[in-house]
């Protein structure tokens, strides 16, 4: 009998963390263009920028795991899509408040929560839906062509 954390749940609290992350890193690097260029409205301008950060970091990230260890990919799965997202929602918040509280000295109140909540539900059910299409195969395994994404001719990176 194995002991330990199972690779799906490992997948997914990782997974979590790391998608938190890169929501709150999107969000600081949004709001960092936003100061810069000040355009007029700072939701209509720092929301989509960190939603198009977020979406190219899962897509960019899929293709690299892939790349280097199709076994490290999640299943993709509605349910692991579904953990995830509520495992970011769940670890955004816990990095948000002491990341708040060390850079402000205070407290984040709840609306910086409520709105870090309201940018990761469709956020971050876009990105996860682009990460799990990445992951589909283009071309029908072992069929010999080489899709956009498939690696080299020696084999395809979608093997179970």
Same mark, same amino acid.
């Given at each position: 009998?194995?002991?330990?954390?199972?690779?799906?749940?490992?997948?997914?609290?990782?997974?979590?963390?790391?998608?938190?992350?890169?929501?709150?890193?999107?969000?600081?690097?949004?709001?960092?263009?936003?100061?810069?260029?000040?355009? &007029?409205?700072?939701? =209509? !301008? +720092?929301? *989509?920028?960190? $939603?198009?950060?977020?979406?190219?970091?899962?897509? #960019? @990230?899929?293709?690299?795991?892939?790349?280097?260890?199709?076994?490290?990919?999640?299943?993709?799965?509605?349910?692991?899509?579904?953990?995830?997202?509520?495992?970011?929602?769940?670890?955004?918040?816990?990095?948000?408040?002491?990341?708040?509280?060390?850079?402000?000295?205070?407290?984040?109140?709840?609306?910086?929560? &409520?709105?870090?909540? =309201? !940018? +990761?539900? *469709?956020?971050? $059910?876009?990105?996860?839906?682009?990460?799990?299409? #990445? @992951?589909?195969?283009?071309?029908?395994?072992?069929?010999?062509?080489?899709?956009?994404?498939?690696?080299?001719?020696?084999?395809?990176?979608?093997?179970?």
């Amino acid at each position: 009998m194995q002991h330990g954390v199972s690779p799906a749940w490992a997948t997914l609290v990782v997974g979590s963390v790391l998608l938190a992350a890169t929501d709150i890193a999107a969000v600081v690097i949004a709001f960092g263009l936003y100061t810069l260029l000040r355009p &007029a409205n700072q939701v =209509l !301008f +720092q929301a *989509p920028v960190a $939603a198009v950060l977020v979406c190219t970091s899962c897509a #960019l @990230a899929q293709k690299v795991l892939e790349y280097l260890n199709p076994r490290w990919t999640p299943s993709w799965t509605r349910l692991t899509r579904l953990g995830l997202q509520l495992g970011a929602l769940i670890c955004g918040t816990v990095l948000l408040v002491p990341l708040h509280f060390i850079t402000q000295g205070y407290l984040t109140p709840v609306g910086n929560i &409520a709105g870090l909540w =309201l !940018f +990761q539900l *469709p956020t971050n $059910a876009l990105a996860l839906f682009l990460a799990a299409l #990445l @992951a589909r195969p283009t071309t029908p395994a072992g069929s010999g062509i080489a899709g956009p994404f498939e690696g080299p001719r020696t084999g395809s990176p979608w093997r179970p």
